[in-house]
């Protein structure tokens, strides 16, 4: 018991040590602050007498030291001015210094000139100690951040791997800055690279700029680089994929920064990391013009379909960010929405969100959900999308892809709701699978009821989607961390490739564009070979094409096409007030006619999927089934 005394009583009392423990860590710096204030007050006096203070004025200057020292020392210690000198000095450190300074000098007037029964400091006095002090202060912080910014690497030998930074902006600096006040030292920056030669020769830190992004590996090669480092914003992909190339034969190695959007929305850690594949979309990002649709989606009920999906639940993440009343989010799967909502609540999000358990094919729960909301939006973006799946059931494409939308379209219009968006694809042009029919077929009916309906009905078409759910690039990544071989159907196959964000504003820029009946392309630039991304994965992976990692051909899967397009034959390509989105312009089916065409197919479905083929090629008649095995049609 004796032994756990002293312990007692320390809980009981644990002030005298915290004050020791304060003491220990403040009391130097305060008194060396005092002596400071001491100088400064003198100093101050020197100044004002021209270096030849009298006798009586000494007298003054004895009697009033101690008192303005402690008014000074009250007033840091209270804006804590004396404490952060291991850091950097910044403007906001200037500021509270300013702040200390003017209230202690305000305090020392209000004393001399209202409190004591004669005034004994001299106004003048007042003055130069309030200039000295914020002088010598803050001259002494920016010293000591000299001191420690400075590049000692020539004076101090160090084991730091050369490097340039492409990117002399804001991104870049920040990167500097973090490399430079690190205790490791793991990186030397000779310099910056930028897109503007008018930067040429200036300097960011201390650091110069050397050249331009076309010079960067020859500028590298000369300085003996071994990392190029990029600040991702304000550098498009496409040249971020020529700087790629061009390193590979220098044997450098090239890694991104990721952007403050990334770091700030917690997609990324905040040290530098690998290139993505996102990096090297063959073209300039799409940037839609969001706020021109504010007026659309504000303050109105949404309601997105397929909402668990990759492009479903984009959308619904794009449109939190308008002032939606209240989205709902319609999937039938259970584990998906609930990481949706999760996510969706997770960003902070004041609009009102309505998880909701649903198949778009169950027609009474469907309509009691639109009873229930009434939305006045529907993106419909539920659908299968895997091509061989649904060669081989081509009876739940049909229902999943144009049973679903009829329904869907049509409860949406006896609903009363104002726009119905639909997603569709550029496997929908001139189709060769059983998929890509459906999904003309499902665009060519919600086109024929636009005209006469009150509902704005618009289709939206793009091409294949960056990482999405089960998409080429999840595989060859899942392919490369097994070892390879990295399988590619044909060496001549093409996609167009656009992000997950893209094709979530496009599909919300489509509804606020749109007129009812078209349907809305996005210009998706140049295809993109399969096999060049392949190639690209692996690389960026740190390995070496068919070295480390094969490439395999293994020939086109059921209903593929070798190369996609996006404009049906017979379709106008039309502008509209967005440079990057076009209208596919035609005229739309015979309404009674499309509507027979599909009940016929809807019956095909349920009772003989192997004759769905034959259907398909008489309502969308760019469609030639191919030759199926006997085995195969068995087994739809």
């Not at 001259?139 to 000692?152: F, H, M, Q, V």
């Not at 952007?259 to 700030?264: A, N």
């Not at 294949?464 to 490369?480: A, K, M």
Request: glycine share 6%; proline share 6%.
């Amino acid at each position: 018991m004796g032994k756990t005394e002293p312990n007692a009583a320390i809980e009981r009392n644990p002030l005298p040590l915290n004050l020791l423990h304060w003491a220990k860590r403040r009391v130097p710096g305060l008194l060396a602050l005092a002596l400071v204030f001491a100088a400064t007050y003198y100093v101050s006096y020197w100044l004002r007498f021209e270096g030849q203070i009298p006798p009586k004025e000494i007298s003054r200057l004895l009697s009033t030291v101690g008192w303005v020292i402690c008014i000074k020392l009250a007033f840091f210690i209270r804006f804590r001015v004396g404490s952060g000198w291991s850091r950097s000095v910044a403007f906001y450190d200037l500021v509270v210094l300013t702040q200390a300074t003017t209230g202690s000098l305000l305090a020392m007037v209000v004393i001399d000139r209202c409190l004591a029964p004669a005034p004994l400091i001299p106004r003048s006095v007042f003055l130069m100690d309030w200039g000295a002090t914020i002088v010598v202060i803050g001259g002494a912080r920016s010293l000591l951040r000299t001191i420690r910014e400075c590049n000692w690497a020539p004076l101090v030998p160090a084991d730091q791997v050369p490097a340039v930074i492409v990117g002399a902006n804001e991104t870049g600096e920040l990167l500097l800055r973090a490399m430079i006040r690190s205790g490791r030292r793991t990186y030397r920056v000779v310099g910056f690279i930028d897109n503007d030669a008018q930067r040429l020769g200036t300097r960011i830190a201390g650091v110069p700029v050397i050249g331009t992004l076309e010079q960067t590996c020859k500028i590298a090669q000369r300085y003996g680089v071994e990392q190029i480092l990029v600040a991702s914003e304000g550098i498009p992909g496409r040249q971020v994929r020529d700087l790629i190339d061009d390193a590979q034969r220098y044997n450098m190695e090239v890694r991104v920064l990721p952007s403050f959007e990334q770091i700030l929305s917690g997609r990324v850690a905040i040290h530098p990391r690998p290139v993505s594949i996102d990096d090297l979309l063959r073209r300039e990002p799409v940037a839609l013009n969001l706020e021109s649709i504010r007026r659309w989606l504000d303050r109105r009920v949404l309601l997105v379909t397929g909402s668990a999906g990759s492009i479903g639940s984009e959308i619904c993440r794009q449109l939190v960010h308008f002032s939606p009343r209240k989205l709902v989010l319609v999937d039938r799967s259970e584990t998906g929405q609930f990481f949706v909502e999760r996510e969706l609540r997770a960003m902070g999000t004041t609009v009102e969100i309505d998880v909701s358990i649903a198949d778009v094919l169950d027609r009474e729960r469907i309509r009691d959900l639109l009873c229930e909301h009434r939305p006045d939006v529907v993106f419909h973006a539920a659908a299968y999308k895997h091509v061989p799946l649904m060669e081989a059931h081509p009876g739940e494409a049909v229902k999943n892809i144009v049973v679903a939308t009829r329904q869907m379209a049509e409860l949406s219009a006896e609903a009363g709701v104002d726009s119905f968006v639909l997603i569709s694809t550029d496997k929908a042009v001139n189709p060769t699978s059983a998929m890509g029919a459906c999904k003309r077929a499902a665009e060519l009916y919600v086109q024929s009821l636009a005209e006469g309906s009150p509902c704005r009905f618009v289709t939206v078409r793009f091409g294949n989607v960056l990482d999405s759910s089960g998409s080429v690039v999840q595989i060859f990544r899942q392919q490369i961390a097994a070892g390879g071989p990295v399988t590619v159907t044909d060496p001549a196959m093409r996609r167009y490739f656009m992000t997950i964000p893209e094709a979530a504003r496009l599909v919300i820029q489509a509804g606020a564009l749109g007129q009812g009946g078209q349907i809305l392309v996005l210009d998706m630039g140049e295809p993109v070979r399969i096999v060049d991304l392949a190639a690209d994965m692996i690389r960026l992976s740190g390995l070496r094409v068919d070295e480390d990692v094969a490439i395999e051909f293994i020939g086109p899967r059921p209903g593929e096409k070798l190369c996609e397009q996006l404009h049906v034959a017979g379709e106008r390509q039309l502008p509209t007030c967005h440079p990057k989105i076009i209208v596919a312009d035609r005229q739309p089916a015979n309404p009674a006619r499309i509507a027979a065409a599909i009940d016929e197919l809807e019956r095909l479905a349920r009772v003989a999927p192997d004759r769905v083929f034959a259907q398909l090629e008489r309502i969308v008649p760019e469609y030639r089934a191919p030759a199926r095995p006997a085995g195969l049609r068995r087994a739809a």
